[in-house]
Each structure stands twice: as C-alpha cells, then as structure tokens.
C-alpha cells in the first residue's frame, strides 16, 4: 500500500512538473551586458501550484539552481515567473515598469545564466530541470534577433520546436506577461483590403472589401468596422475622413475569418488611402486592428492635356513638354505614365505627391533647369527622358492606369523650330487638330509654366485696336507713362504691322514689323519715336495691317491716341 502510495505521489510529481515550460528567452539585450539577459517560465496548469525549491535552468553545458530572493518558490496555475541574472538588481532595472506585479521573480546561484551567460554568436539550447533531476525543457534559440527582442513562444501549451517560437513584437520583450506573439483570449485582426472594381474610373461606384480573422481563443458574435478615406495619412480615422461604419453581427469562431463590404458611391478622382478599422469589445490588441491599401480612382478623359512642345531647343537648352489641368478638380500626376513613337516601354512618373492645381501647370523635363519657367509650374524629372524628334512624332500622356489621357501626332508644320516650341491655342479643343497648334510668338520662343502666348479663348469677329489709358503722359510721374496698345485679329495666329502717324500722315515709329502674334496681343508705346526721341504732345494714328498666318488674308484695323505733357 506505501509502495503504491510513493509511485502515485512520484508520478503525480512528473505530471505537474511537464506543466512547467520555457515561454521566453533574452539572450540578446539592448543593453550589451549579461545583467540585462533573462528566461521566463509557465506554470501551464489550470490548477496545480508548483513548487520551484530545488530546480534548475542554464544552458546545454551547465545549469544553475534556481533562487527565489523572498524565499517564495511556489508557481501558482496559469503564473510566469522571470528569472532574471543576479547582475540585474545592481542596474537600473530597464524591466521593472514591464514585469507585472503578479509574476514570480527569480535569479540564480551563479553570476551569469549557462556557462558564461548566453551566447549572442552561437545558438544555445536553455534547459529547465526539476527538482528531480528531470529535464522538462529544453528550446534552441535562433540569432536573428535585433539587440533588445526576445524569443517567445507562441503557442504555450505546444511543444518547444521552433515553428512555435517567435521574435517578440516588443522592444525588451515582455517579461512575466504574455507573450506578444501568443493569442489572446479576444483578439480580431484586419488581413486584407481590397477592392471591386480594382481600377475604377471616374464615376464608378466602389466596394471595399476587408477580410477579418479571428485570432483570438475565443468565439467573437460583434464588433464594428469603420471604413475611412486617409486624406493625410495619419492613420486615424478624423472629422470628414469616414466613409462609413458596418455592424457585424455574426459569430466568428476562433482561427475562422469574415469578409466585411462597404460600397463607396462615386468616389472623387485620384489616389486614396482607404483605412479599415476595427473595434471589438475586449479586445486589447490594438496593432493588428487596422489595415490600409492604396485606392486610385481614374480621372476623366482629358483633364490633363499636353498644352506646348520644346522639341528643337537651343544650344545648350533641354527638351521638355508641359501640361495643363483642364478640369475642375486637382489631379495628382505621380504614377502616370509618358511616351512617344520610338519608346518601346512607357516612362513612368516618380510615385510622390505631383498634385496640379485646376488651370496649372506641369513641365516634364530632362533637366531641373528650364529657362523662363514660372517657379510655380510643378516639374517633373523622370530618370529616362524620351528624345523628342523635330521632324514628327507622337506623344501619348496616360494616368496611373494606363489609360490615355491625351495623344497627338505632330509635324514640324505645326509650328516650332530651333528655339520656339510649339504651342497649343486652346486646351479645351482638340489635340490631334493641327489647326489647334501654332509656334510661339512670344519674344523668348517658348513660355513654360506660363499661358500660351498664342492661347485663344474665342476668335475675335473682326480686327480691332484700343489704347490705354486715354490720355497718356510720358513725363515719368509714374502716372500714366505708357501707352497699353491691345490688338484683336480674327484668327488663331498671324503677322502683323504696327505703326504711329502723327494727324499730317509722317510715319513717327513702328511699334511691330512682320511679327508674329496670336488672335490677342499688347503693344507698350512710351512716347518716344524711332530714334527714341519724345515726341510732342498732340493726337497720333494707331494703324495696324494683320495676315492671317495660314489663309493669306489682310485685316486693317486703326484708332487715335492723346499724348499729354505737362506745360511749363
């Protein structure tokens, strides 16, 4: 009966004693010193407490005995216990604020864990040996770990292999606390985000899809989803960022997930960063709860044009073509892409923020350095620039999809030539027309970032000139030095002549001599005549002869001006 009664106590003994494990290892601290190393243990049972008096932990060469410094070895169900080096209570305690209250702290009979502390050089194996003298762990640690991450176990009550050990999601690891990677009793995680159509177009209706998993040990019947459109990116859900929240009601069993939809109605153009939220009861998980994905919604057909070509720059000048937004609403360029008849691949622009206002502009260029840009326009540099040809060639702009947004194929009869680039006359027509296109008839040859000098909103119906202001007074006041002489042609682009007679007919200069201009244009007059004389006060005759650049045909259009001087 005393034999049976001993065997039933051993074995009882070895049964409680399996329920202790290894559950975490710092072998590698964040402070370069062995005080700073650590091995957390388990007590796995749900009922029995184990006594540690008499046990031992180290490595593969040696084992030290096991202390409690308040003589308080018991291990209660479901408790862990830090053992810690004896080091670390010489230090200033880098773990105290991590090691719960209710946790068990241990050291050992010895100056450092093993045979010399644990190696951050060579894996070891830490063994954890009853009272007994039975091994009743043992666990092999990697040496991928950053300074500062701890091994963990993850499943707690599964073996010491080590798919079931982890690098600790917590600096410091977490010492007599669950692990980081272990699950939790609640514990919902947001996978997946995706979306249908997968590259809608402006219009489209869009479903956000979210798939949520289940990783905790419990079964979960409720919980919340808010689907957010991130504007700046902060990863929080703000005042006006919310797309819409979805009530889940639905029992999700342990390792089972759901897929959560929300329809977004017509979504405004451009690239989003669509947020998915979740917030269950319980659950104290937080860095899983949330998930992102890039959601970019097509613009409308031509809402950026190619607006003007510098395709034969001068001698020591670079190619570039600008664009222009069109439309009502901001366009972000980056991921569009370019190219032109020789290319066989699209060049495609950098991914960061190419935001163009509406009726601003964009220079893509070889070089940052483009003479006469407006500062303004924004400037986009791609690492591979497509030569432009001067004879012909085709260019096609495409957004972030691929999708054209404009396309034309020019001639060197369009326009254009060493130093003057090619320019469209309105964005609003079409592009493929070459009757939309002219050379520049600005003095500098080309007007990057700036309005087209030849760009025409509507055709004046006939010739027409007027002076401002009426009288002017040349005498340096600063009032009213100069006269602003503003030409209208009916057409697009043309040559013209611009003179002043005085009322006896005498020629007293010629403002514009065969130069070219578009359907508008300013003429400054300061007074003076052809050899920058001041000429008398008095009325004068403001006579211009327009051709039109194409048709051959001669306009006239003429007015008077008062030129006033102070009297003596």
């Known amino acids: 009966m005393h034999r049976l009664f001993i065997l039933l106590f051993l074995c009882s003994c070895e049964v409680a004693s399996a329920q202790v494990i290894l559950s975490e290892v710092m072998y590698n601290p964040r402070v370069n010193d062995n005080a700073y190393e650590f091995i957390e243990i388990f007590n796995a049972s749900a009922a029995d407490t184990i006594s540690l008096f008499g046990w031992q932990i180290g490595d593969q060469a040696e084992v030290d005995s096991l202390i409690s410094p308040d003589a308080l070895y018991r291990l209660a169900p479901q408790q862990f216990a830090v053992a810690l080096d004896p080091g670390y209570f010489l230090t200033t305690g880098i773990y105290d604020s991590l ?4 946790a068990l702290i241990l050291t050992i009979n010895d100056n450092t864990f093993g045979s010399g502390g644990l190696s951050n050089s060579t894996a070891e194996t830490v063994v954890l040996v009853d009272a007994a003298g039975n091994t009743v762990a043992r666990y092999t640690y990697s040496l991928s770990n950053a300074d500062g991450i701890s091994d963990e176990k993850i499943l707690l009550n599964n073996d010491d292999s080590p798919g079931n050990w982890a690098n600790s999601l917590r600096a410091d690891g977490t010492p007599g606390a669950l692990n980081s990677v272990s699950r939790r009793e609640i514990d919902l995680a947001a996978i997946r985000l995706w979306f249908d159509p997968p590259k809608p177009r402006a219009g489209d209706d869009v479903q956000i899809n979210a798939v949520v998993l289940n990783r905790g040990r419990r079964t979960v019947d409720r919980f919340v989803v808010t689907f957010a459109n991130d504007r700046n990116q902060d990863g929080v859900a703000q005042g006006g960022e919310e797309i819409g929240n979805v009530t889940v009601e639905q029992t999700v069993p342990s390792e089972d997930s759901v897929v959560i939809r929300r329809l977004w109605i017509q979504p405004p153009a451009g690239r989003h960063h669509i947020l998915a939220i979740l917030s269950a009861p319980l659950d104290t998980v937080t860095s899983n709860d949330r998930i992102s994905a890039r959601l970019s919604v097509g613009y409308g057909s031509r809402s950026v044009v190619i607006n003007e070509i510098y395709y034969a720059p001068n001698t020591g000048e670079a190619e570039w073509v600008e664009f222009y937004n069109r439309s009502s609403q901001p366009v972000d360029l980056s991921e569009w892409r370019w190219r032109d008849a020789s290319a066989e691949f699209p060049i495609m622009f950098p991914d960061s923020a190419l935001i163009i206002a509406p009726g601003e502009f964009a220079l ?35 957004d972030f999809h691929g999708r054209v947004q404009d396309s034309l194929s020019y001639l060197q009869n369009w326009g254009g030539q060493t130093g003057v680039s090619l320019e469209r006359i309105n964005p609003h027509l079409a592009g493929a027309d070459s ?87 300013q003429v400054v007059w300061n007074g003076r005549d052809a050899a920058n004389q001041p000429v008398p006060m008095g009325l004068y005759i403001v006579y211009l002869q327009a051709i039109h650049a194409t048709g051959g045909i001669l306009v006239e259009a003429r007015t008077t001006l008062v030129l006033a001087r102070k009297l003596n």
């Open 435 to 521: 009757s939309n296109w002219s050379g520049c008839v600005d003095p500098n040859g080309s007007t990057p970032g700036w309005p087209n000098s030849i760009f025409t909103e509507f055709v004046p119906s006939q010739a027409t000139v007027t002076v401002s202001p009426q009288p002017f007074s040349p005498d340096s006041d600063g009032h009213d030095d100069a006269a602003i002489i503003q030409i209208q042609v009916p057409a697009t682009t043309a040559t013209a002549h611009l003179k002043i007679y005085d009322v006896r007919g005498r020629l007293v200069h010629q403002l514009l001599n065969n130069s070219p201009i578009g359907a508008t244009h």
């Open 364 to 398: 893509l260029a070889a070089v940052r350095d483009i003479a006469r840009a407006d500062s303004r326009a924004r400037l986009i540099v791609p690492k591979t620039w497509l030569t432009l040809n001067n004879d012909r060639d085709r260019l096609v702009l495409a």
């Open 99 to 102: 090691i719960p209250s209710n």
